[in-house]
């Protein structure tokens, strides 16, 4: 007549959830994403993403200190140049934006928190592509690849922790690897964006980067629908000397995110992208989702799928969530 088994016991107090809680963030987990424009004088909003900024490389030192007082661990640079070309050639200038801003957010806090850079060349290139073009105006995979090494040896002269490759390009990880040993940069790593979707959630980061993207990027990011695939991407990048990889985007991908940290013994990180917030923050916005509940829900659900660190624009607000016991 009466049930045998109670699991509503354990849900009875606040004290009593927190004891039996399998899942926790904590703030060093989160890594927060940050935009830096050249050749403005004031930051500047980034319309679909409510709170979001274009930094200058004065704004983009305060609120690198703001992180890094508030507990995150880590931060991810992303330049917006002013002048772009075919070959994306401000993103292996040492006095590019990137480069520049890395040199700063370094001289401002050291190794007080982990400086990351997207290595990537879609910010720099006219065509928005992730790399150069071949004749037939396709994404030319072996000759990008000498662009990202280059790149990423200016980016770990300019003082970076961790260089993102974030370019889909096959090999990248192990090309990435070379160069920086072979410039005497064994102890810069790589978080590797290892199983990155061709997604409609990287909407709004267009806008924050001003890329004038032609085309789509399907010939080199992953379908949506292929799950196993992302197994054997994470392999290879594991296997070419990836120190983390990541899932991307990470709600609508939470399968593949268990179904890597399953396969692998590194750390597994996911990215709540631009359009996973732009998402939110229209609702919140309208008063239809409550601001905190949703973003820490969120956060544990991805935590709970098996990534660790996740990269949020939420960052900074949910350490102070956390840190509130929320
Ligand atoms: C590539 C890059 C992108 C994002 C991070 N790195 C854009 C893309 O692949 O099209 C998207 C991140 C986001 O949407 O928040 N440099």
């Given at each position: 007549m009466y049930p045998d088994v109670r699991p509503r016991r354990l849900r009875t107090t606040p004290a009593m959830r927190r004891l039996v809680a399998e899942t926790v963030v904590r703030p060093a987990d989160l890594i927060l994403p940050l935009f830096v424009r050249e050749g403005i004088a004031e930051p500047k909003p980034v319309a679909s993403m409510p709170g979001v900024l274009q930094h200058t490389r004065d704004s983009l030192r305060k609120v690198v200190v703001e992180a890094v007082e508030a507990g995150v661990g880590g931060i991810m640079l992303y330049g917006v140049p002013l002048t772009r070309d075919e070959v994306g050639s401000a993103g292996t200038d040492p006095d590019g934006v990137l480069n520049v801003a890395i040199r700063d957010v370094a001289a401002e806090v050291g190794d007080a928190t982990v400086v990351m850079s997207d290595l990537c060349l879609d910010e720099f290139t006219s065509h928005g592509h992730c790399g150069v073009l071949d004749a037939q105006g396709r994404v030319d995979n072996d000759a990008t690849l000498a662009r990202y090494a280059d790149m990423a040896v200016r980016q770990a002269e300019a003082g970076v922790h961790l260089v993102g490759t974030s370019g889909m390009m096959d090999g990248q990880v192990g090309v990435v690897r070379e160069a920086l040993d072979a410039a005497?940069?064994?102890?810069?790593?790589i978080l590797a964006y290892a199983a990155k979707y061709a997604s409609a959630f990287y909407g709004p980061f267009r806008e924050a980067v001003e890329s004038t993207l032609q085309g789509d990027r399907r010939a080199y990011q992953q379908d949506p629908?292929?799950?196993?695939e992302a197994l054997r991407e994470v392999a290879l990048d594991v296997a070419e000397g990836a120190d983390l990889v990541m899932v991307k985007p990470a709600l609508p991908y939470l399968d593949v995110v268990a179904a890597v940290r399953a396969a692998v013994d590194v750390p597994v990180a996911a990215y709540q992208v631009s359009g996973e917030y732009a998402m939110a923050e229209a609702a919140f916005a309208n008063g239809w989702l409550d601001r905190e509940r949703t973003i820490l829900e969120t956060l544990t659900s991805i935590r709970r799928a098996g990534a660790q660190q996740i990269l949020t624009y939420w960052a900074t607000e949910a350490t102070a969530l956390l840190r509130a016991g929320y």
């Open positions: 005497g940069h064994t102890d810069v790593g629908a292929n799950g196993r």
